[in-house]
């Protein structure tokens, strides 16, 4: 059978959130093995998340949890998105389910899956190939001032010995969270392995990664590095000028 492959998506509510959520949700209908774990940054669970996974299909494949980002380390509507860590707080959270709710002796593996990226579900395939104690790794596409970030392999293709990335090069692990993926024995293996607010900007990969692999042990994967089956994509924050205009009462329709 197939590895497990355990998806964890930090979310919130937004204009644009059930579009973003259910782009993703077609990729777990084509792929059996996959199991959703998706975090709402809020103080309840809602009801737009739950419906959204009941019309899918997912209920049985899928965890909805939630936890609120503390309102220090939360951006306000002004900031620059750089200037907080996003979704720490609800990737540690899907951590700890993992290691209480997972089996340890089964071979699975999580995968940290913003909502707003785009995905191939080639790369799912792709995940699967990770071994026992192993952290998977790929290219990421329109992301760190790149068309494509990726590892640079030794000759034989088996080792990666640097990264191409322009942003912040000296990086322990200069990638994007899109860009691996973990064997979950090594969540057991290193209990303190997870992510923290008090961390350099663009330093959260490194911050998980730094307790369970070196560059050295990363396995390359997505046809050595050469194919992009991941995209740093962003949705621009939608206008919706003319909804208040409508209603003067500044409430807006639900999509
Ligand atoms: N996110 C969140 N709470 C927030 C902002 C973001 O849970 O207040 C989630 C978001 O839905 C996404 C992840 O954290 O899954 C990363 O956020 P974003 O895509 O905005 O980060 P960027 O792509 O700009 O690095
Ligand atoms: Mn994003």
Redesign the pocket.
């Known amino acids: 059978a197939l590895p497990k492959i355990y998806a964890i998506?930090?979310?919130?509510s937004r204009p644009s959130q059930k579009a973003e959520l259910t782009r993703l949700s077609h990729i777990f209908m084509l792929m059996p093995n996959l199991h959703w774990i998706l975090i709402e940054?809020s103080n309840t669970t809602t009801k737009v998340v739950r419906n959204l996974l009941t019309r899918a299909g997912l209920t049985e494949r899928s965890t909805q949890l939630n936890i609120k980002?503390p309102l220090n380390y939360?951006?306000k509507n002004k900031d620059p998105?750089w200037l907080k860590p996003?979704?720490v707080e609800?990737r540690n959270l899907a951590l700890s389910w993992i290691r209480t709710n997972v089996d340890p002796a089964e071979h699975s593996v999580i995968f940290f899956m913003?909502?707003?990226n785009s995905y191939s579900v080639e790369l799912f395939v792709e995940m699967t190939k990770i071994e026992p104690g192993r952290v998977g790794i790929w290219p990421v596409g329109l992301v760190g001032g790149l068309m494509v970030e990726k590892p640079i392999l030794n000759a034989e293709n088996t080792q990666v010995i640097g990264f191409n990335a322009a942003w912040r090069p000296e990086r322990p692990f200069p990638i994007d969270m899109a860009a691996f993926a973990i064997s979950t024995d090594l969540l057991f293996k290193y209990p303190q392995a997870q992510f923290a607010y008090e961390v350099e900007r663009g330093y959260q990969e490194s911050e998980i990664l730094r307790h369970i692999t070196t560059r050295e042990q990363l396995q390359p994967l997505a046809n050595n590095c050469r194919d992009v089956l991941v995209w740093?994509t962003?949705t621009e924050k939608t206008n919706l000028v003319s909804e208040i205009k409508l209603n003067k009462d500044g409430k807006h329709s639900d999509v």
């Open positions: 998506t930090p979310t919130y940054d980002t939360k951006l998105n996003r979704g609800q913003d909502d707003d740093h962003r």
